[in-house]
């Protein structure tokens, strides 16, 4: 990959992030360091960092996020504030061998995306009620 410094601003920025930034987040962080780029810019240096494996894009209700971690993890979405969060891994590797061998298939990859209330809304939720 070419090196330029819209990449290395955008890759920063999602680096640097632990909210699964938007597109559009990323675009006005990096406008603060250079003013003349635009969000069609974000969008190519953010799709080929993506080819590269740099970082990943994580597609929730039609909208991409990115992540610079790598490890192996998990994210939960709050249907509430739609706020992502990631959560540790825990060993799925029997539920996959039982899958790999049901339906005769070999997994080489694997996202895992919960959904529910994050524990802010539900203490929100619990305010209202009282």
């Given at each position: 990959m070419r090196y330029s410094k819209q990449r290395e601003s955008?890759?920063?920025?999602?680096?640097?992030?632990?909210?699964?930034?938007?597109?559009?987040?990323?675009?006005w962080e990096v406008k603060k360091q250079i003013p003349n780029i635009s969000l069609g810019t974000v969008y190519r240096n953010l799709n080929a960092l993506v080819d590269a494996s740099l970082i990943k894009r994580i597609h929730i209700q039609d909208v991409d996020h990115y992540d610079h971690r790598k490890d192996e993890h998990y994210h939960f979405c709050c249907r509430?504030?739609?706020?992502?969060?990631?959560?540790e891994?825990?060993?799925?590797?029997?539920l996959?061998?039982?899958?790999e061998k049901?339906?005769?298939?070999?997994?080489?990859?694997?996202?895992?995306?919960?959904?529910?209330?994050?524990?802010?809304?539900m203490k929100k939720g619990l305010r209202e009620w009282n």
């Open positions: 955008i890759l920063e920025v999602v680096n640097q992030s632990s909210n699964h930034p938007t597109a559009e987040m990323i675009y509430e504030c739609q706020t992502l969060y990631d959560l891994a825990t060993d799925i590797k029997n996959i061998q039982k899958v049901k339906e005769q298939v070999k997994i080489d990859d694997y996202e895992i995306l919960f959904y529910g209330t994050c524990m802010h809304c």
